[in-house]
């Protein structure tokens, strides 16, 4: 079983960042894949992000590409995203989730991932 709790969410202005947290525990973490997605209101869950713990290769979605930087912390254990140059569109509650067994990336379907954080509140106002 994987707990992962969120951090670090807010309101912040068009342009600004923001860098969220995710806390994990109760896994080996050396086969363990992890990911951000977000879910704005009325809209479906979407695929933000994901790198796999034992080599650190990484995905990101087009709209985030070049803006957004995920990353882990082994000794640690805690995945970062960080979020720059922010746009009124990335206002969504962004989830952490995590697969384990995996040593590759995935699909980018919420589907895929076995669990999952809390989510955390990303709010860009223009």
């Known amino acids: 079983q994987v707990q992962l709790v969120e951090s670090g969410g807010g309101l912040v202005q068009a342009g600004g960042s923001l860098r969220l947290s995710c806390a994990a525990s109760?896994?080996?973490?050396?086969?363990?894949?992890t990911a951000w997605f977000r879910q704005a209101p009325g809209k479906e869950r979407a695929f933000v992000a994901a790198?796999?713990?034992?080599?650190?290769?990484?995905d990101y979605a087009d709209s985030v590409k070049g803006r957004f930087t995920i990353s882990r912390d082994s000794a640690k254990n805690t995945m970062y995203l960080q979020m720059n140059s922010l746009k009124p569109e990335d206002t969504a509650v962004y989830y952490c989730?995590?697969?384990?067994?995996?040593?590759?990336?995935?699909?980018?379907?919420?589907?895929?991932?076995?669990?999952w954080g809390q989510g955390t509140q990303v709010t860009v106002s223009s």
């Open positions: 790198i796999n713990w034992s080599g650190g290769s990484t």
């Open positions: 109760g896994h080996t973490f050396s086969n363990l894949l």
């Open positions: 989730t995590a697969r384990a067994g995996v040593y590759v990336l995935g699909p980018r379907s919420p589907g895929y991932y076995h669990y």
